[in-house]
Each structure stands twice: as structure tokens, then as C-alpha cells.
């Protein structure tokens, strides 16, 4: 496994491992996980979308990472930066299991990849793609600073996926997190 690893008081952030696949495949099978992430994925398709990311590490350095849990090496779910293809910004996303759920483990992981990204990557702002009713994602934004920027377009074929764009500026961030 290549690429940085980042521990902050709960959690292990790094790329994704094969030994994180069963714990992915199964996330991304909840639909109540997934209710705004495009619906529950089979394990192949699961399984193509872990390549992928492992594939952005490889390719472009940078990806979402896997969030383990550190007292327990739980794999938790997975957050940080992505830009797919004819994405409309610099992402910084999130997906954690129904178990991480209200426990700030989104808001602590969330925060130490925009720090790593502002850090390790040339870009000037971050986006989060959000759908208008998935008020616990809004809600996160918020606590992270980003602000509503309007209402985005995804490319194909996620095109008529109802998406609002919140987000930063890389000055807004470190602002914020020199308070």
C-alpha cells in the first residue's frame, strides 16, 4: 500500500487496502448508506469501485481513503478527495457505515483530508456534491465551513442526480483553522 497515512485522535486515514474490501463491499450494499450515493451496489460492482479508487491512488496520488477505526482497526468507510472525470470541482467526500454515525468520526476524518489536501495538492478550493435532502451531509458542510454555492450538474451518468454544491476556498480553510 503506497501513500500517506494520517492518524488524528480516533482514526487511521490511508488508501485502501485489499483487507478493506469485504467491510466496502458490504457498505456499499446498505441502502440506507447509499440512499444518496446512487443505491446499493452488488459485491462486483462494489469491487469495481474499490479498484477505482485504488486505481485514482495510483494514477493521480490521491483518492479517498479508507477510515479505520483506531482502537479496534474497524474499517469504517471511506472520505477525502476525489475528482472524477467531468467532476464540477475538487471533491472532498465522505461515506462512513451506519455504525460511525454521530459519532463526529465524518466531521474529524473530513477535516484532516481538506488539511492534507490543501497541503499535498494544488488546489485553490474544495466542493462537497450534496444531494438537497441528505440533511446530515448539509449539516456536515456547514461544520466544516463550506458554504452553498448552488445547484450542480454531475456528469453521466450520474446527470440527473439532484446535487447542490457546497464549498471553500483553500484561504476560507486554513482561516478557519488557524481560529
Same mark, same amino acid.
Given at each position: 500500500?503506497?501513500?500517506?497515512?494520517?492518524?488524528?485522535?480516533?482514526?487511521?486515514?490511508?488508501?485502501?487496502?485489499?483487507?478493506?474490501?469485504?467491510?466496502?463491499?458490504e457498505?456499499?450494499?446498505?441502502? /440506507? /448508506?447509499?440512499?444518496?450515493?446512487?443505491?446499493?451496489?452488488?459485491?462486483?460492482?462494489?469491487?469495481?469501485? $474499490?479498484?477505482?479508487?485504488?486505481?485514482?491512488?495510483?494514477?493521480l496520488?490521491?483518492?479517498? $481513503?479508507?477510515?479505520?477505526?483506531?482502537?479496534?482497526?474497524?474499517?469504517?468507510?471511506?472520505?477525502?478527495?476525489?475528482?472524477?472525470?467531468?467532476?464540477?470541482?475538487?471533491?472532498?467526500?465522505?461515506?462512513?457505515?451506519?455504525?460511525?454515525?454521530? #459519532?463526529?468520526?465524518?466531521?474529524?476524518?473530513?477535516?484532516?483530508?481538506?488539511?492534507?489536501?490543501?497541503?499535498?495538492?494544488?488546489w485553490?478550493? /474544495?466542493?462537497?456534491?450534496?444531494?438537497?435532502?441528505?440533511?446530515?451531509?448539509i449539516?456536515?458542510?456547514? #461544520?466544516?465551513?463550506?458554504?452553498?454555492?448552488?445547484?450542480?450538474?454531475?456528469?453521466?451518468?450520474?446527470?440527473g442526480?439532484? /446535487?447542490?454544491?457546497?464549498?471553500?476556498?483553500?484561504?476560507?480553510?486554513?482561516?478557519?483553522?488557524?481560529?
Open positions: 500500500m503506497h501513500g500517506p497515512r494520517i492518524e488524528t485522535d480516533r482514526l487511521i486515514l490511508r488508501p485502501t487496502a485489499p483487507e478493506d474490501f469485504d467491510a466496502w463491499a457498505c456499499l450494499a446498505d441502502p /440506507v /448508506v447509499t440512499r444518496f450515493l446512487g443505491g446499493p451496489q452488488p459485491r462486483a460492482l462494489a469491487w469495481r469501485n $474499490f479498484m477505482t479508487m485504488a486505481g485514482s491512488w495510483a494514477i496520488g490521491f483518492g479517498m $481513503f479508507s477510515v479505520i477505526e483506531r482502537d479496534t482497526g474497524r474499517w469504517l468507510g471511506r472520505l477525502g478527495p476525489w475528482q472524477p472525470e467531468g467532476w464540477p470541482g475538487h471533491e472532498i467526500g465522505w461515506g462512513l457505515v451506519q455504525g460511525a454515525w454521530g #459519532k463526529g468520526y465524518a466531521l474529524e476524518g473530513a477535516a484532516a483530508s481538506m488539511d492534507w489536501a490543501f497541503e499535498h495538492l494544488p485553490a478550493e /474544495v466542493i462537497h456534491s450534496i444531494n438537497p435532502e441528505n440533511i446530515a451531509s449539516a456536515l458542510a456547514e #461544520k466544516l465551513g463550506s458554504t452553498r454555492l448552488g445547484p450542480g450538474t454531475l456528469p453521466a451518468p450520474f446527470e442526480d439532484r /446535487v447542490d454544491l457546497w464549498g471553500q476556498t483553500r484561504e476560507q480553510w486554513l482561516a478557519r483553522r488557524r481560529r
